[in-house]
């Protein structure tokens, strides 16, 4: 069974601070894996997204990493803004599934000024 | 640009009760899905579409049902609403991997 772990489940860092989130899947074949952010009342939006062949991806502060033989990504914020406090959630594709994905529960992530 | 558009963005039914979600999108995707969210949990998939005249299951179909007479409509049919059904509905449309989500429609069943 296709599964997405995420953690940790919520963290609460310090405005300024770096911070990573961690990702583990199990998809195969594995097709590509995204990164998104959900601020509270509002859908998903994507931060980066990276094939087979990509080790690392970065959007501004957000920098994410995979590990296609150990099957993990990690998603690592630096300096750390009041704004980045939201949900981030990990999906992962398979090339066979007709565009579907597996989604990740999420962490939640708190910036305290 | 609108996207993928939501409406209504709030509804409250009484059990029993029907009701239709509606999602557009104008970026011309084929592929949409319909998401629900349950509170601090992850998105489940409802019900997805590959292209107009096309659908089918996700990982929790029951009590819903879906239609896709146009690339940009995908219209979300809740039958005899139940209060399982509370959540949050996000519709989404995909295209070269990333997916374009809508704004959401925030459901209570009382």
Redesign the interface.
Known sequence: KNQVEQSPQSLIILEGKNCTLQCNYTVSPFSNLRWYKQDTGRGPVSLTIMTFSENTKSNGRYTATLDADTKQSSLHITASQLSDSASYICVVSSNTNAGKSTFGDGTTLTVKP | NAG?TQTPKFRILKIGQSMTLQCTQDMNHN?M?W?RQDPG?????IY?S?GAGIT?K?EVPNGYNVSRSTTEDFPLRLELAAPSQTSVY?C?S?RE????????TRLSVL
Not at chain 2, 41 to 45: D, F, S, T, V, W
Not at chain 2, 97 to 104: C, E, L, N, P, T
Request: no cysteine.
């Open positions: 993928v592929y899905y998401y949990m992850g998105l489940k998939l997805y590959v089918d996700g996000f989404a995909n991997g990333i997916q374009y989500f809508g704004a959401g």
